[in-house]
């Protein structure tokens, strides 16, 4: 008996497939005719080979078979052991594009209605705070996953347990323990930093908050107006001379807001800009400005020193001038910035533009929110509801100003010789910008409705026509040769947020459901659009294309078109790819729970989107780190890097996501076929069970590098200067420390058992915990029944793992070597005494947290 076990066993010539259904084979390779057209991963025995290969039609791949899965492999008698080896060939899922033809080539049903979007999913409340959500803002997608639900839930919880325990440990002078997490780091010792920042920035809030005389005003501000209203207005107007900078300065400010930042938000007409700033700043000795704006046209004189103020304060802030600062210098332009910016409101406050609606109001309003939202110090790593809402604000005063006609439709401004053409361009200019805004904040989250896809298309119609011809450039003819080509590329860019709120309509409707055929042909032709209009190829491939200079005829100003047109194509791609990886997120995570029920009927459609969302994260991630690593560099200019830092942030958030998503499964895959081990479950001779395992940990350890490469480029290039990507980045490297030390699963299912034993301890957590995201340890059965359900694990088989390695190989996004984290190189605090200085001299602040605004920290 003992010389049979050591004779060598013949391979079989029947593939795994074949024999495991006991089905007759061809035992044709690489692939059997049975296995292709089923769709099935079609698997040969060999020989004499010590490692298992994954070939594909451009190249191999190669995985080792590994000592660390003799906890989990299957038992003596499997036919896999270290003399033997399995190729496998992957050519139905990680090869294959599931485009419209595909589904019809498979007689694949899409011709369905899904219950996509629950209301539940979108409700938030935390604190102070109620709002309901867009489909698939950053909180949504996390809700509509219970991994990525669980896992968030987690970090939030145990950071505000962990600060608990501390806080505790003050007041009452005892020893810091954290019960819930035992040996295990919180999220709290990775944050210090960002933890002080927070604490820093809440009390400049505090002190910089508007005095409440500049609202609710009952006096108008005209050329004969109250005496109080009157006298506001010139105390705020020396305050502002104090801080303007002088001529010199100005000049250069401008110069760069001309440059570097008006091609990508186009609102002001120049000329228009420049003449009317030259009538109300007048030159003093000492080479600086005083204001006048009291002799006549008070209001609209005050409406040009708001814009010119903003200008100012977004120019400050300008990377291309902070990086050339020393930091007291960077803080100094900050600071005035920031000051910019509050007088601006106050005088936008008096000016009651609610009432008195117009266009320089409007494009104050935007001014305002573009200079908070490429503020470096910004600390959102998402579109955040409060932003959303002015935006939905500002949009609303569009529509009351009539933008989205065209204004040679508005025969009385024609007949006005006091409205020059360059007014008609003007309004104009603030639709285009306007939607800029709302494609980057907006419509990427399926924030829009079938009202704006209406107003988009209403504004690009010459409704004089039968034919109903485009007629977005008509209104540019008698604009600048520089605003021409500007606004040429803004067509396209106008014409691609078109077909993504198409595509955003239809998978998001307010009633009836979504139709997934729809849904698939809207995606279809975004892709096209995408292809012909904006293709990434352009900004990667060949050498760089010739500068081309066009003269503002400002300021000695000169940009170079071409580098506006790669900045675009940047753009579109980053938010095209957001938005599909999005939905392709959002169908996987649907399909999944429905092929746990009905395995039969939807398990194709969930590796289908599945891997087509893991296709656009890499396709991101590629594009992403080919930015931050500089390989762009020479197509786009580095001051243009400003106006696209923030969407590259909240894109890799995004990024961040799907990939944490993946890794939670990934990790309970791993403990549940350890618990299965344990119970004896696994069956004799099931070579396709280890090949399983060797295929988590490899995609697992792909996945990881993969956040570790991202991480470190984006902590590179951007950590030191924007506060949302060092926010982001801490949190991410406390995630990889779990995933390091293998224990992502046991650490985030042991704080939530240890907070439904220890509940009374943490009730105002939980409670609030429960609000923001959804669950709670004592009634959620998405802790109980989901996280280890065999039937959601059993969707990530080998058929699909093998897809996704494949998509992993081709990527190439590990050519970096990783540095796993420990207890050794992670900052935590054993003396405990810088985190505790800080939360001691602000406990006030931090219980406050814990006690009403839950939700603030960490900026999850």
Request: with cysteine; net charge neutral.
């Amino acid at each position: 008996m003992q010389e049979k076990r050591q004779r060598k066993q013949r391979p079989s010539y029947v593939c795994l497939e074949c024999r495991s259904r006991k089905l007759k084979c061809d035992k044709a390779r690489p692939y059997c005719n049975r296995c292709k057209k089923d769709g099935k991963v079609c698997a040969y025995e060999s020989e004499n080979a010590s490692q298992i290969t994954i070939p594909d039609d451009s190249s191999n791949h190669t995985l080792k078979l590994s000592t660390s899965f003799t906890d989990i492999s299957t038992d003596g008698n499997s036919n896999i052991d270290s003399g033997s080896t399995l190729t496998f060939h992957s050519h139905n899922l990680g090869n294959t594009v599931f485009d419209l033809e595909y589904f019809k080539h498979k007689n694949i049903t899409i011709d369905i209605r899904l219950d996509l979007l629950k209301p539940r999913d979108t409700y938030v409340t935390y604190g102070s705070t109620t709002y309901y959500d867009m489909p698939l803002s950053c909180h949504s997608m996390i809700q509509h996953d219970p991994y990525k639900r669980v896992l968030c839930a987690f970090l939030h919880g145990s950071t505000m347990a962990d600060l608990q325990y501390r806080l505790n440990g003050i007041s009452n002078d005892t020893v810091y323990s954290n019960e819930l997490l035992g040996n295990q780091l919180s999220p709290l010792s990775f944050i210090e930093t960002v933890i002080a920042k927070w604490v820093e920035k809440s009390n400049n809030y505090v002190t910089n908050q508007l005095p409440l005389d500049y609202f609710n005003t009952l006096y108008t501000i005209e050329d004969t107006m109250h005496p109080n209203l009157l006298s506001s207005i010139k105390t705020l107007l020396r305050e502002v001379e104090l801080i303007l900078v002088d001529k010199q300065q100005i000049n250069l400010l401008l110069k760069n807001f001309y440059e570097n930042i008006y091609p990508f938000f186009p609102l002001i007409d120049i000329p228009s800009f420049e003449r009317k700033i030259s009538e109300i700043l007048v030159e003093i000795p000492g080479n600086r400005y005083e204001i006048k704006v009291f002799n006549s046209n008070i209001r609209p004189k005050l409406e040009t020193l708001v814009i010119f103020l903003l200008i100012l304060s977004i120019s400050l802030r300008s990377d291309s001038l902070l990086t050339k600062k020393s930091d007291d210098t960077k803080n100094n332009s900050s600071e005035t910035a920031k000051q910019f910016v509050i007088f601006s409101q106050k005088l936008l406050s008096l000016l009651n533009g609610f009432k008195f609606t117009n266009e320089n109001i409007l494009c104050c309003m935007l001014l305002i929110f573009i200079s908070e939202y490429l503020d470096p110090e910004n600390g959102a790593t998402h579109s955040m509801h409060n932003d959303i809402l002015t935006l939905k604000c500002v949009t609303e005063l569009a529509n009351t100003l009539g933008l989205f006609q065209d204004p040679s439709y508005f025969t009385r401004f024609q007949n006005n010789p006091a409205f020059e053409e360059s007014f008609f361009i003007f309004r104009r200019r603030l639709w285009i910008s306007l939607q800029s805004l709302r494609l980057l904040i907006i419509t990427q989250d399926a924030g829009s409705t079938c009202r704006d896809y209406e107003q988009l298309k209403c504004f690009m119609l010459d409704h004089r026509d039968d034919y109903l011809s485009k007629n977005f450039m008509k209104g540019f003819r008698h604009a600048s040769d520089f605003d021409r080509r500007l606004f040429n590329v803004q067509k396209n860019k106008y014409e691609f947020h078109i077909n993504l709120v198409r595509l955003m309509n239809s998978l998001a409707p307010i009633n009836n459901g979504t139709s997934l055929a729809d849904v698939l042909e809207n995606i279809e032709r975004l892709n096209d659009f995408m292809s012909q209009k904006f293709p990434y190829s352009d900004l990667v491939n060949g050498h760089a294309s010739e500068k081309e200079y066009v003269d503002m005829h400002f300021r000695g100003a000169k940009v170079d078109i071409n580098s506006v047109e790669f900045v675009e194509n940047l753009t579109v791609n980053l938010i095209g790819l957001s938005s599909l990886m999005s939905t392709y997120s959002l169908l996987a995570a649907h399909f999944e729970m429905k092929s746990a029920k009905d395995w039969g009927s939807y398990k194709e459609l969930y590796d289908m989107f599945s891997i087509e969302c893991i296709r656009k994260y890499l396709q991101l991630a590629r594009i992403i780190l080919d930015y931050l690593n500089g390989k762009l560099a020479s197509r786009i200019k580095e001051e243009f890097e400003y106006s696209l830092n923030k969407l590259v942030i909240f894109t890799m958030v995004k990024i961040w996501l799907i990939q944490m998503g993946f890794c939670m499964r990934l990790s309970f895959k791993s403990e549940f076929r350890k618990l299965q081990q344990q119970n004896k479950r696994l069956t004799s001779n099931n070579d396709e069970k280890k090949v399983s395992d060797l295929l988590v940990t490899s995609v697992m350890d792909n996945l990881r590098n993969q956040i570790e490469l991202l991480t470190n480029s984006a902590s590179d290039k951007l950590g030191s200067t924007y506060f949302s990507c060092q926010q982001a980045v801490l949190m991410l490297r406390y995630l990889l420390y779990m995933i390091d030390n293998n224990v992502l699963s046991s650490t985030v299912t042991g704080f939530w058992n240890g907070a439904t034993v220890k509940s009374q301890s943490f009730d105002r957590i939980i409670d609030k915990i429960g609000m923001k995201w959804g669950i709670t340890p004592r009634y959620d059965d998405i802790i109980n029944d989901y996280l280890m359900n065999s039937d959601v694990l059993q969707s990530l088989d080998m058929a699909l793992l093998e897809g996704v390695e494949y998509l992993f190989g081709n990527a190439k996004l590990n050519q970096r070597e990783a540095t796993p984290f420990s207890n050794k190189n992670v900052f935590s605090f054993n003396d405990q005494d810088m985190l505790n200085a800080l939360l001691e001299s602000n406990f006030d602040l931090f219980a406050n947290i814990i006690d009403d605004s839950l939700g603030e920290l960490p900026n999850l």
